[in-house]
């Protein structure tokens, strides 16, 4: 990987990071309904005005269906998933919880496509849960108040192992239109929801600046460095941006919200993202196999 690319690795990563900050400060006033359906229509619709600069085509009477399914379960019920449990827990725990997806990813791979795990990746599966445990068990505030929303992210980050997986069975369809398609089947999907459910408090303006940025920052532009760096690196190497995120969550965190930062939060977050690398297979330890 070149310069170019493992600074846009970085700025992708920051962003991401990022991500969890803006949903921390804006959900408990918008409630996670509106906050994810302001979101994804920002995003979908900063998309869509790049996809007339790229003259990018949605093919929607082909691909219609499949938006909406990756739309329900890679972006809609995640996004609310985590926009629930951002109201109690911390930013820095949401980013190394999110951390567990490629873990998740590869349970849904063995089961969906009966692919055997190597003893390197069921041991990073392990290595995974015992972070987890570390996080949740040592953070008292958690334990005492934010059981469901802990359940909430994890599950949060099980739907993007699915989405991922279901994603392959369409390879047909390019990257950029899976984002841009399914970002406006969980606009459509969310909007009657979001009819019934209206704010929580009345946002003021950095409130509202936290949730441009969520979806027009966080969500569309992202995606488009993202795709870059699938084209440019491979889907591979541009997974590893999944070790980089939590650090990143972790010290917008600290910086911007004062959370509180100790050793076993950050045991915790490197067997994660640890486990994540063994499950991953981005550690060149051929013996393991």
């Excluded at 926009?83 to 827990?89: G, H, K, R, V, W």
């Excluded at 930062?261 to 950050?266: D, E, G, P, S, Y």
């Amino acid at each position: 990987m070149g310069i170019k690319n493992l600074l846009i690795l970085f700025l992708l990563a920051a962003i991401w990071g990022a991500s969890f900050l803006f949903m921390r400060i804006s959900a408990p006033i918008f409630g996670p309904i509106t906050l994810i359906e302001y979101r994804v229509a920002s995003a979908a619709l900063a998309l869509l005005l790049f996809s007339f600069l790229l003259n990018k085509k949605l093919q929607l009477t082909k691909y219609g269906v499949h938006y909406l399914k990756l739309g329900f379960i890679n972006t809609a019920l995640p996004f609310l998933l985590f926009a629930y449990a951002a109201q109690t827990l911390s930013a820095s725990l949401l980013s190394v919880l999110n951390a567990s997806s490629p873990i998740w990813g590869a349970v849904v791979a063995k089961i969906w496509y009966k692919k055997p795990l190597s003893l390197m990746q069921t041991f990073g599966m392990f290595l995974g849960v015992l972070g987890v445990a570390i996080l949740v068990g040592f953070d008292q505030n958690a334990l005492v108040n934010s059981n469901l929303a802990i359940f909430a992210t994890l599950m949060a980050s099980f739907c993007y192992g699915i989405g991922s997986n279901y994603s392959q069975t369409r390879k047909e369809v390019e990257p950029y239109a899976n984002a841009h398609g399914s970002l406006w089947a969980a606009t459509i999907i969310i909007l009657p929801l979001m009819l019934a459910f209206p704010h929580v408090q009345q946002p003021t303006t950095p409130i509202w600046m936290s949730v441009i940025a969520l979806g027009v920052l966080c969500t569309a532009f992202a995606y488009i460095l993202y795709f870059k760096l699938i084209v440019e690196v491979g889907a591979q190497s541009a997974l590893t941006v999944t070790f980089l995120i939590p650090v990143f969550g972790v010290l917008w965190g600290r910086v911007f919200l004062h959370e509180l930062l100790n050793w076993q939060m950050i045991l915790g977050a490197l067997i994660v993202v640890l486990g994540t690398a063994f499950v991953t297979q981005a550690l060149p330890l051929r013996r393991f196999k």
